[in-house]
């Protein structure tokens, strides 16, 4: 970005070997606010007047530029330069020269694309695009060798999971024979009836169960649809069939919560259930290995305790992992990888779209559960600014009278310097003052230890505290009936897939529940939610609005990890290469110069 400075530079010492410079850059069409950090040496050079070009990031919000380097005088227009991240003590220009030098000294590099598709694209030499993108001559040349590599990136990716897919008919399911109707059986006996989505997944895993393939199937449902019984049931026909199963939860409450309601529905059934957790004594744990080991044990619900290299099955034939995204792909193959090869299912209470899901989970069968259990009522939400926090504070108190709880979300934990966000602590303070003489008032975050974390969810379970003020742990999959009220300070910090798994936290019952989204921003993101309570519409929006890098933590979980392709905003590039890596596979008998099995993905 070329311009004049317009105001002579401000020098900060921030501690040794690192310093913050702030000046005005007067573009031309803007005046743009700048900083730059360790090039304080420049300071007398940048005298008011000055023609300068800045390289680095633009930021919208705040009209500014946060600049990586500093040249003096204006680059010409037609040069085309790369930006590196950088590190203290190198600069973009000898990142330039390295890279350089390095290309100019490679040989060879692996080309992932097989020569049929080369000639139908007219796709030149990898390391041509390679080079063309650090050292480019031109701007469409530039494009052209990008979209090359992205293409590379998504057909192979697409290659892998098409191969699994087509192949799944060769993997080698366990034997087993049910009668149905011993399972209808079971169900009758529920409290509650299923839903037509609920009994068609059930329908969807018996038949799973039942075939000589393994099981490979995605259950996705909104907050609160009544997955876990899906799962539950599940458990009861792998049970049926003589072999173990294993329901691995992201969080030791979750995992507690899930153990305490499978004992209490088969309390009159002679199955052996026991809780594995990091908690347990060293004692305890070697008890129950030996149980596992021995086949002592029918149902293992745990966390990633499950699949420790302590832990030895005996038969395990089912393992379920809930909220499935938040589980690393290594760690859910490591049940494989131990040479246990059960059938799979996994739950996820944050849908992703559908068009992405057959695309990018490929290898899976999935199953939707969108009916909501009769009884159910929508969450009504609502935004409110901080100026009406009166009003706010007199919803939660007429929860309260009729005896409810609340739930009062803060984005951080601690006091930060650099942010005026609600903490925990202040939110704490603030709803003693209002409250404190009335209910009782407790704490829930992700610092505590698994001991805290756990009597402080069960005195809100008992409703002895009434108002839990917590950070996002209590996202996944804790239920508290009577909790009605979800209150979100400084909403626009969130996610909208953490908003709304934070807003199902409350309705899991037949009251009429409610959430407060406490904001002075009013976003998209916001309104989305005061609209809508359908997880599926939601997660459409998420995908436009955030594209796929941060989809639900699939980046996080490190599910898919691309270096130049982005899911949305090269969907086109995906369509085509899922297309093109079908047609490849149907072609060619020999494709072990394409295809290694990549175990994380099974």
Not at 261 to 276: C, E, G, H, Q, R
Not at 516 to 535: A, F, V, Y
Request: hydrophobic share 35%; charged share 30%; proline share 2%.
């Amino acid at each position: 970005m070329d311009g004049i400075i317009e105001t002579t530079p401000t020098l900060f010492r921030l501690k040794r070997k690192l310093d913050l410079m702030r000046f005005k850059l007067n573009t031309g069409s803007n005046l743009m606010n700048v900083t730059i950090y360790n090039r304080g040496f420049l300071k007398n050079k940048l005298s008011v007047g000055s023609s300068v070009t800045l390289i680095g990031k633009y930021d919208k919000q705040h009209n500014g530029i946060i600049a990586s380097e500093i040249r003096f005088g204006s680059i010409s227009k037609e040069k085309i330069e790369p930006v590196y991240h950088l590190t203290y003590g190198i600069t973009n220009n000898q990142i330039s020269l390295y890279v350089k030098e390095a290309l100019e000294n490679c040989c060879e590099v692996k080309d992932y694309i097989p020569d049929i598709i080369k000639e139908k694209y007219l796709f030149n030499d990898k390391i041509n695009d390679i080079r063309n993108i650090h050292l480019p001559n031109n701007i469409n040349n530039l494009k052209k060798s990008i979209n090359r590599l992205k293409y590379e990136e998504l057909f192979t990716f697409m290659l892998k999971m098409n191969y699994l897919k087509t192949n799944k008919k060769n993997r080698i399911g366990l034997k087993r024979k049910v009668d149905f109707k011993l399972v209808d059986k079971f169900i009758k006996t529920l409290s509650f009836e299923l839903t037509p989505d609920q009994l068609k997944a059930v329908n969807d895993i018996y038949n799973d169960l039942m075939s000589e393939k393994r099981m490979n199937r995605l259950i996705q449902g909104d907050v609160g649809c009544g997955k876990t019984i899906v799962a539950i049931i599940s458990m009861y026909i792998n049970y049926l069939s003589g072999y173990q199963s294993a329901l691995m939860a992201p969080t030791e409450i979750l995992a507690e919560q899930h153990y305490q309601n499978i004992k209490t529905l088969f309390k009159d059934y002679d199955i052996s259930i026991a809780l594995l957790t990091g908690k347990l004594k060293v004692k305890e744990k070697k008890e129950l290995y030996k149980k596992i080991e021995s086949g002592e044990v029918d149902f293992i619900i745990g966390t990633h305790a499950l699949i420790s290299d302590s832990v030895k099955y005996n038969n395990l034939g089912l393992v379920i992992t809930d909220e499935q995204h938040r589980f690393g792909v290594n760690q859910r193959a490591n049940l494989k990888n131990k040479g246990i090869t059960p059938d799979i299912l996994y739950m996820s209470a944050t849908p992703i779209p559908r068009t992405y899901a057959l695309t990018l989970y490929g290898d899976m069968d999935i199953t939707n559960i969108k009916t909501s259990p009769s009884g159910k009522k929508e969450i009504i939400t609502t935004l409110k600014k901080e100026s009406e926090i009166k009003d706010v504070l007199e919803s939660m108190y007429k929860e309260l009278k009729e005896g409810h709880q609340v739930y009062a979300i803060a984005p951080l934990i601690e006091e930060s310097d650099k942010s005026d966000l609600k903490n925990v602590y202040e939110l704490e303070e603030n709803m003693n003052k209002a409250f404190g003489k009335l209910y009782n008032i407790g704490i829930l975050h992700g610092k505590m230890t698994d001991i805290e974390k756990e009597e402080v969810m069960n005195k809100f379970k008992n409703n002895e505290i009434q108002i839990l003020i917590s950070t996002t742990v209590v996202e996944v999959g804790v239920d508290v009936k009577n909790a009605t009220m979800m209150v979100i300070f400084d909403a626009f910090r969130f996610g909208l897939s953490a908003l709304h798994q934070l807003r199902g936290r409350v309705g899991r019952n037949n009251l009429q529940s409610y959430c407060i989204l406490i904001s002075n921003r009013e976003t998209k993101r916001l309104d989305i939610l005061t609209h809508t309570n359908d997880g599926f519409k939601i997660s459409e929006e998420d995908f436009t609005l955030r594209g796929s890098g941060d989809l639900f933590g699939l980046r996080q979980s490190g599910d898919m990890k691309f270096r130049l392709a982005d899911i949305k905003k090269d969907f086109n590039i995906l369509l085509k290469a899922k297309e093109d890596s079908l047609i490849f596979l149907g072609k060619k008998e020999n494709i072990d110069d394409y295809i290694k099995e990549d175990e994380n993905i099974d």
